[in-house]
């Protein structure tokens, strides 16, 4: 059996892999890393998040040279309607991830997570009148049953899953109407949102709820909690580089899957007979959804990746 000739297409495919899954590992981890703030409410977590993140940024942007477009987009403050819609989109979904966390509900994220491709197909059909082809229409369907049989047979909704995959999947929509690379969007959304972290930082420090200096070892997780928000976003934009749209989306479920694992075995959260059989109707809807991805993508050689 012949070996695969070591192109550079080849070569930068196997480190867009690498950087994907460093990318979609580091996020699937996320739970070990918020579970260590105990007796930091979800929301000061939240607001450290933004401001450490956002100054993360600043040296990032400083040290790449990018600072042009992010000038350009602040200097027309009447385009900056979708991108403050983005960046509510992301805090709200941040915070409602660290509150799942907090009070141990990470399978309502990991759900939540999973569902998301579905959620964005039901608003590419919905809101930009996309065409949904038959797999992906049976697979949103598998989905919105699982969360009627949720909702029959436990009486609740899984607000939070839906609440995470609808934010982030409402704020995937607006992100593609922005004209900005990810690095400088991502950026210009944190800006917009620092005026809002120091402002509840403040009345925090005032009312002496800040929990920021109370002690070293709180000191420095909020401080890391920027950096580890960076870190994957910087892994998964190598990625996006080198990879087909396909490869990624099969590459995400590792996101989801690892945090599943991570409440079950290490939170020990509790999993219905319901709750299964939730998971096993998206994860079947997902490979349905996964398979006529798979069908429709591209015949064409990938081109090697840009410098």
């Known amino acids: 059996m012949l070996d695969t000739p070591s192109t550079p297409a080849n070569r930068e495919a196997r480190r867009g892999v690498m950087f994907g899954l460093a990318a979609y590992s580091m996020w699937g981890c996320f739970p070990l890393f918020f579970a260590l703030f105990e007796g930091v409410p979800a929301y000061e977590i939240l607001i450290h998040r933004v401001l450490w993140f956002c100054l993360f940024l600043v040296g990032l942007v400083t040290l790449l040279g990018r600072w042009a477009p992010v000038r350009k987009a602040l200097g027309q403050p009447r385009r900056l309607g979708r ?31 999973f569902m998301t491709p579905l959620v964005n197909v039901a608003l590419g059909m919905l ?30 909704l899984p607000w939070i899953s839906l609440a995470l995959a609808f934010s982030f999947g409402t704020y995937g929509l607006l992100r593609k109407q922005v004209p900005l690379d990810g690095l400088s ?32 070892r709180v000191t420095l997780l909020l401080v890391a909690s920027g950096v580890i928000t960076a870190l994957p976003l910087l892994a998964f934009a190598g990625a996006a580089r080198r990879l087909r749209l396909a490869t990624l989306g099969f ?7 690892i945090q599943f694992l991570i409440a079950l075995l290490v939170f020990g959260e509790p999993l219905s007979g319901v709750q299964l059989a939730t998971f096993v109707m998206i994860w079947m809807g997902l490979a349905l959804y996964t398979w006529s991805a798979w069908q429709s993508r591209p015949r064409e050689a990938p081109q090697p990746a840009r410098q």
Do not use: D, K
Request: with cysteine.
């Open 127 to 156: 809101v930009l009148r996309e065409t949904m082809h038959r797999p992906q229409a049976v697979a949103v369907a598998m989905a919105t049953v699982a969360i009627l049989t949720q909702l029959i047979m436990l009486g609740e």
């Open 251 to 257: 590459l995400m479920y590792i996101n989801p899957t």
């Open 185 to 216: 969007g991502l950026f210009v959304e944190t800006l917009l949102l620092l005026p809002l972290g120091l402002i509840a930082l403040g009345w925090l420090t005032q009312a002496e709820l800040s929990h920021f200096l109370e002690g070293s």
């Open 83 to 113: 991108v403050l819609g983005c960046a509510l989109l992301i805090g709200l979904n941040w915070g409602l991830y660290i509150y799942a966390v907090e009070t141990r509900q990470v399978l309502q994220a990991s759900l939540g997570y």
